[in-house]
């Protein structure tokens, strides 16, 4: 069960201040921005106040800004005098959704029910940090859990009142460990200076966008608009790329071998003219990005240049919550993970360092100091195995002919090697490259295969003769294999060489695309973004900063204690873990209205505030976890369905928590009443209820010894374990009995102004 139980104390309440406490505590105008109101008060008054506060019960009962109230009435109105009521209270306390406790003594009496003498003075502290039984029973009444169940019971008594008795035992914290935990967590949630030497990390950046000049995948390529300078630049340059594509078409069959381009033109003079539109429009896309250029933003003068380069922007409207958001989302997930405040301070910075706009100047250089576009040759492999036999068989079949086929064969070795000799140099006048010597060993290479195919040719005919009719139809297939394998090793080497060039050039243009997508992206579009990103970052890293100081002078305001004992080491390091996470939390509740500040730009004067905020929110975090535990979450702690890190308090010696939860009804409990008060108690045991109540982490301590506390005392047999209500917070364990009040001891009526009234209405 959640929920936060708020008490008004009103029993030093001067009468003329009793409107303004009702009015200003219980209008839930809550201090904590974002926390929801109380809907279950504990109001603590003066039993002889209880009918002259009617009209403040009745306005707030009647306006439904509640859903439970247990007023808790403090000493006695009237002398104990035969038929006379002890206590005269409002009528609304009655019929609306309340229910009151009778707290006649503060301090009590320990009483058994069982036995009406066994009665003595209480010893004042029963368990709890106050010195009283009435403040032991309200700190167990802000349980949420205990609330419940005790105004769910009262309801069911005579005239909704009953007076408590309580037995109860707190898991006290160690005083030297719990200042070690709180010096421990201090420091190090401050952290230590840096060095300034090494590498700065920290959370990333949930989806960084352009916030960082990271490319985007997702937005697109931009294309300046029709018929500006740079979008004629960027089509020549394409129409460049066309013209190439057509002069590798034409080169690329066999008659690419015997004749070049049209115009006479070379290929690689039709790359060179590509490559010089690609630097043209290299240049133009740099002059662009020099005279845009602007490292802190852009201005109009900037959107005009960008206008007649065909270029148009959005209108400036820099995204500052979603920068906001993701800069929270840094500095929650750094809390979170456990980094220090200052080595979250040193990461905003650096984030801010990559996040400030850099200016388009720098991709102008990126763009303009490129390498030339690379100029690959056509290369046909002429000097291979497989094709040096195509000569040397052709001519093999042609010399066993006779004397006509070893001519025709020797005109086509001869042929053959011409051919092989032009398709090289043509090779290297369509590449730019000079025709030398180096052309020579691949015809003499195919001259001498094809002389070795004559003179095996000559020597076969001698044994098989062919006809020298076949002459003419074997001189046409050996030319038909001649085409085709000059054919194939110059049309692959001219795809080769196209391949290779036109991926240069495709790649050339997709990075000149890609570049001017991501200037727009990054440093025009973004521009604003990026620069209110890192302002922000940096004002936050002043403010984590000036948190840390304040941490660690408090961390250092009080000498460093002894370190726990071996023992108990499980157990502080787990209070420390629990601690760690609410001061984090109290952090993220710190910064959250600021995170609402920054997005209208009005962080000024939030440094000098911050030392104090942090201060009071850390003590009474400090108080609370004393007072109320380390199970309980404190008031700005995040709301979370899971369950508190496991912490095994200190519940006395061995079976005393269970002892203490199996109390009989009718056993020794501190009664809430003076010892002259005993008679008024209706001390049947029909009547009377007990409410047992323990933290959930100390749920085994108390099973583990029940079945011994029970076989102690016949009386504790109808205790069972499904009784106790084990609540979520707290630090107090034990029982609140319920003891209901003799008839005719209580009355509940309106003022007399109002009965009178009453009498007057037809």
Same mark, same amino acid.
């Given at each position: ?106 301090? @009590? ?80 949630? =401050? ?13 990333? #950046? ?115 919550? @979603? ?81 006509? @086929? ?84 110059? =049309? ?28 727009? =992206? ?199 374990? @499904?009784? #106790? ?38």
């Amino acid at each position: 069960m959640t929920g936060r139980i708020l008490v008004l104390w009103m029993l030093d309440v001067p009468d003329g201040d009793v409107g303004g406490v009702f009015e200003t505590q219980l209008a839930w105008e809550s201090s904590r921005a974002g926390q929801a109101a109380e809907r279950e008060v504990i109001v603590v008054v003066n039993a002889d106040r209880l009918l002259t506060y009617h009209e403040h019960f009745s306005y707030v009962l009647a306006s439904r800004r509640l859903d439970k109230l247990i007023c808790v009435a403090v000493g006695r109105q009237h002398a104990l005098t035969p038929g006379a009521p002890v206590l005269e209270g409002s009528a609304t306390l009655l019929n609306g959704p309340a229910v009151t406790l009778w707290v006649s003594d503060p301090i @009590g009496v320990d009483l058994r029910l069982d036995s009406i003498e066994a009665v003595r003075k209480a010893e004042g502290e029963v368990g709890a940090p106050q010195q009283s039984t009435l403040g032991a029973l309200i700190d167990c009444l802000q349980v949420p859990e205990v609330f419940h169940r005790v105004y769910d019971t009262i309801e069911e008594f005579p005239q909704k009142i009953a007076n408590p008795g309580l037995r109860v035992i707190a898991g006290r914290l160690d005083p030297d460990a719990l200042r070690h935990v709180r010096q421990e967590s201090l420091a190090g949630l =401050a952290g230590e200076p840096s060095a300034g030497d090494g590498p700065v990390a920290g959370p990333e #950046v949930d989806e960084p966008g352009v916030l960082f000049g990271a490319p985007q995948d997702d937005a697109g390529p931009v294309s300046p608009r029709e018929g500006s300078p740079l979008a004629r630049s960027a089509g020549r340059a394409v129409a460049g790329r066309a013209e190439l594509l057509a002069a590798f078409d034409r080169l690329s069959g066999l008659s690419g071998v015997l004749a070049g381009n049209r115009r006479g033109e070379r290929l690689h003079e039709v790359a060179d003219r590509c490559a010089a539109l690609m630097v043209d429009y290299r240049e133009d896309l740099g002059t662009v990005f020099w005279q845009a250029d602007r490292p802190a933003g852009i201005d109009q003068r900037v959107r005009d240049v960008l206008s007649q380069q065909g270029i148009d922007l959005p209108a400036p409207a820099p995204d500052r919550t @979603g920068s906001l958001r993701k800069l929270q989302q840094v500095v929650e997930s750094g809390l979170d993970n456990g980094y220090s405040l200052r080595a979250l301070s040193e990461w905003l910075r650096e984030l801010a360092s990559r996040a400030v706009p850099q200016g388009s100047a720098r991709y102008a250089e990126r763009v303009t100091n490129s390498p030339p576009l690379a100029r690959y040759p056509i290369s046909p492999q002429l000097l291979t195995w497989p094709l040096l036999v195509v000569p040397l068989l052709g001519t093999f079949l042609l010399a066993g002919t006779g004397t006509l @086929g070893l001519v025709v064969g020797v005109a086509l070795g001869l042929g053959w090697a011409a051919a092989i000799g032009w398709t090289l140099v043509r090779a290297a006048r369509e590449s730019g490259l000079p025709v030398t010597a180096a052309v020579l060993p691949a015809p003499v290479a195919h001259s001498a295969a094809a002389a070795v195919g004559l003179v095996a040719g000559v020597a076969a005919s001698a044994v098989v003769a062919v006809p020298e009719p076949a002459v003419a139809p074997l001189a046409v297939a050996v030319v038909l294999l001649f085409a085709g394998a000059l054919r194939s090793r110059w =049309a692959g080497a001219v795809h080769a060489c196209r391949a290779m060039t036109l991926a240069a050039v495709d790649g050339e243009l997709r990075r000149l695309r890609d570049t001017l997508g991501e200037v727009v =992206a990054n440093e025009w579009s973004a521009a604003d973004r990026r620069e209110f990103f890192a302002e922000s970052a940096i004002a936050f890293a002043a403010l984590l900063d000036r948190i840390a100081d304040t941490l660690a002078a408090e961390a250092g305001s009080e000498p460093v204690g002894p370190r726990p004992a071996r023992d108990s080491w499980d157990r502080v390091d787990a209070l420390g873990r629990v601690v760690r996470g609410d001061l984090a939390d109290g952090l993220r509740h710190t910064l959250q209205p600021l995170w609402l500040r920054a997005r209208t730009g009005s962080l000024d004067h939030a440094g000098e505030e911050l030392p104090d905020q942090i201060r009071q929110l850390f003590d009474g975090y400090w108080e609370h976890l004393y007072r109320r535990g380390p199970h309980e979450r404190p008031a700005f702690a995040r709301v979370s369905t899971g369950p508190r890190p496991s912490l095994q308090g200190t519940w006395g010696a061995p079976g005393e928590l269970a002892d203490v939860l199996t109390t009989p009804p009718a056993g020794w409990l501190a009664q809430c009443c003076a010892r002259r008060d005993v008679a008024l108690l209706d001390m049947r045991s029909e009547g009377v209820r007990a409410v047992r109540f323990s933290p959930l982490a100390a749920r085994h301590n108390a099973t583990a010894d029940w079945a011994e506390a029970i076989a102690r005392d016949i009386h504790r047999e109808s205790v069972s374990v @499904g009784d #106790v209500v084990w609540t979520d917070g707290g630090q107090h364990a034990g029982v609140v009995r319920l003891v209901p009040l003799r008839s005719n001891i209580v009355r509940f009526s309106w003022p007399s102004r109002l009965a009178d009234d009453e009498e007057d209405l037809p």
